[in-house]
């Protein structure tokens, strides 16, 4: 039987790093062996190029550079025409204008399965822009695939097209069962992420200025670095707070497994699932994160693996925190729970047999 013909259309690929980049590696490379999957994305800045990465084919159009987070590429366009010629399916990530618009141009009429990771929430005056080519989009798809119900519910464009979403968990790979978790003081907390606005860190450190007896390690780098660090300066937090800004898979996997809780503080919608919550639960940690109308809470579940508080809320941050120093038996609990919540709802392998089943019409 012939493979499928497959073509992933994204903003960037791997080696740039994001959630949406991490699921479309996971697609491209988890479905090699059942379908003939090819990648399309830009490149940030610079001439197109074209590469095999890990048995990939991936086709990186030129682009003068990002306005408003979106590659200007011209070229991106013909190319979409070319390679979605032959294609059986064609997986759009949104939001992504530019994939749409070449969508639109190309005339293509197979099969579109579209991947609705969150609204557009920072770029609103864009949004105003391009809202008839999202609507020409939505109707134009043959599924909608998202994370969670969260995203449909939270989602100020998919509920007129319920009927088309296909909920499709995002998967993290299976990893060994942890340690068992030493009862210590100073607490570890444990961020990782863009240090960016929406993602709520400078919350984090003033809430952490409130909880004695906890360190925390931020992970990541951003727009905010600088700023994150003079607000730990001048909140006196001193060595209870560690920035990481560079670190490899592996080094990230072991803050993972040092933390004895992860912290997950955004403050808007732009954070609609949290890929990085279901990495630390199935190191059995439990999760502190935030009532987001997207697919955030619906990850760790309040009272069950983690406590969930309203965003921007720094003293109700804090007493979550101090409730996890304070109950180490319900902080083991919560993580033994977190890790049961993986093995059940948010396996990599789950996650690809639903999207091949989307693939073949099941």
């Not at 939270?154 to 993290?172: E, H, N």
């Not at 990782?192 to 925390?216: D, I, T």
């Not at 800004?245 to 497994?257: G, I, S, T």
Request: hydrophobic content about 40%; charged content about 25%.
């Amino acid at each position: 039987m012939e493979k499928i013909k497959v073509l992933q259309v994204n903003k960037l690929y791997f080696p740039a790093t994001g959630g949406i980049e991490h699921v479309v590696r996971q697609l491209a490379e988890g479905l090699q062996k059942d379908t003939k999957t090819e990648v399309l994305v830009c490149q940030k800045k610079g001439k197109g190029a074209e590469e095999v990465r890990n048995g990939v084919k991936v086709h990186r159009a030129s682009s003068l550079g990002v306005f408003c987070s979106m590659p200007i590429s011209f070229s991106f366009l013909w190319k979409f025409r070319k390679l979605a010629k032959d294609k059986d399916v064609v997986q759009l990530h949104a939001p992504f204008p530019l994939g749409d618009l070449a969508c639109y141009l190309s005339g293509y009429r197979g099969k579109v399965v579209l991947w609705w990771h969150s609204d557009i929430v920072r770029q609103k005056r864009l949004m105003r822009i391009i809202k008839p080519l999202t609507a020409w989009m939505l109707k134009r798809a043959d599924v909608i695939v998202v994370a969670t119900e969260g995203h449909i519910e939270g989602s100020d464009y998919l509920k007129p097209y319920r009927q088309k979403c296909v909920v499709i968990p995002y998967g993290v790979p299976q990893v060994e069962a942890p340690q068992t978790t030493r009862e210590r003081i100073p607490v570890q907390f444990l961020f990782v992420g863009r240090l960016v606005s929406y993602k709520g860190c400078a919350v984090l450190l003033r809430a952490l200025q409130k909880v004695p007896n906890a360190e925390l390690t931020l992970v990541g780098n951003g727009t905010m670095k600088e700023e994150l660090e003079s607000l730990a300066r001048e909140l006196q937090l001193g060595e209870r707070v560690t920035f990481q800004h560079n670190l490899n898979d592996r080094q990230v996997a072991e803050e993972f497994q040092k933390c004895d809780v992860f912290v997950l503080p955004s403050i808007t919608k732009a954070e609609a699932f949290g890929i990085v919550q279901i990495e630390a639960m199935a190191w059995s940690k439990p999760v502190i994160n935030t009532w987001l109308p997207s697919g955030v809470p619906h990850v760790s579940l309040d009272g069950i693996t983690g406590i969930t508080v309203e965003p921007e809320n720094v003293d109700a941050l804090a007493e979550a925190m101090k409730k996890m120093i304070e109950c180490p038996k319900m902080r083991k609990q919560m993580g033994e729970a977190a890790r049961a919540r993986v093995q059940e709802c948010f396996l990599e392998n789950d996650m690809l047999e639903k999207v091949l089943r989307v693939y073949q019409g099941g």
